[in-house]
């Protein structure tokens, strides 16, 4: 852990404008960071895994380091974050794995090819709201293969924003 700690530091954690990084060392961000140093410059990573760091505001340097190192991402947000209440919470609809998640899940996919140039080209489609586990998981069922995902385009900002982004004109 001490050598992944400071991998974090290095890249997430010095690429963000966070007060608290404290949930950048969190156990998936910390699997993210080994992931991706382990396949070096070319290879795939996949993972299902809390989908917090999505637009979390503690994950921009996270953000920015992914969009940074690979060459593609395709982030698939199948929501289900009920540590919101009411209507957000209905909204978020249902937990993934059942009782085991109160998270957002999403599915991400990193490609590395050492011949890409620029940031990542970043594939993202949100599930939809209001749907249950089992609705959820027959969409994914449906889709077949990542070529029938929806995607949409997503460039992120100078703060590393990829969904709600934020505006300069209080700055």
Do not use: M
Not at 17 to 34: E, H, M, P, Q
Not at 95 to 108: D, E, L, M, Y
Not at 126 to 148: A, C, H, M, N, S
């Amino acid at each position: 852990y001490p050598k992944l700690d400071e991998r974090i530091r290095g890249t997430y954690a010095a690429r963000s404008n966070a007060g608290l990084k404290r949930n950048l060392y969190d156990s998936y961000v910390r699997a993210f960071r080994w992931a991706t140093d382990r396949v070096g410059e070319q290879g795939v990573v996949c993972f299902v895994s809390n989908g917090a760091y999505i637009d979390a505001t503690s994950a921009d340097g996270l953000r920015k380091a992914l969009a940074e190192e690979c060459s593609a991402i395709w982030c698939l947000n199948l929501r289900g974050n009920q540590r919101t209440s009411g209507e957000t919470s209905r909204r978020e609809g249902g937990k993934v794995f059942g009782q085991g998640s109160r998270t957002p899940i999403a599915i991400t996919l990193l490609v590395k090819d050492p011949s890409h140039t620029g940031l990542a080209r970043i594939l993202y489609h949100d599930i939809g709201d209001y749907l249950t586990r089992e609705e959820k998981l027959t969409r994914l069922v449906e889709f077949g293969d990542i070529k029938q995902v929806p995607w949409q385009e997503i460039t992120p900002n100078e703060a590393g924003d990829w969904l709600s982004q934020r505006s300069d004109l209080f700055a």
